[in-house]
């Protein structure tokens, strides 16, 4: 069975990232990239199975913060800080499923 493509699909609107401390990673981007922040939400939480549901994680996790970075003008980034009892600490390598990695477009590459 071929995937059936979005319809009308325009661009990337945003990448999300589940990081360690929200505060930290924001001083990270806005330092190296100028990234601002756009807005917060959050805390978030469910008493039923809604966080499993729709966002494939463990069903008593909660969203301590969520919040938008804009980043010049491509894509927002998400920032998310969740705590969740089965929550695996420790990054995914390069290699490893889920493992990731962002680029950017830059002017002058051996200035960057």
Do not use: C
């Not at 071929?2 to 001083?27: K, N, Y």
């Not at 939400?41 to 469910?46: A, H, I, L, N, R």
């Not at 969740?82 to 830059?106: E, R, T």
């Amino acid at each position: 069975m071929t995937p059936q493509r979005i319809p009308a699909l325009r661009g990337v609107e945003h990448v999300g990232f589940t990081v360690p401390d929200l505060q930290q990673a924001t001083e990270f981007f806005h330092d190296l990239l100028g990234a601002s922040a756009l807005y917060d939400v959050g805390p978030f939480e469910s008493p039923d199975d809604w966080m499993a549901a729709h966002l494939a994680v463990h069903p008593r996790s909660r969203i301590n913060k969520l919040r938008v970075l804009e980043v010049a003008n491509g894509p927002v980034l998400e920032l998310f800080e969740f705590v969740s009892p089965d929550q695996n600490v420790n990054p995914p390598k390069n290699s490893d499923i889920g493992g990731f990695h962002i680029a950017f477009y830059v002017d002058d590459m051996e200035k960057a």
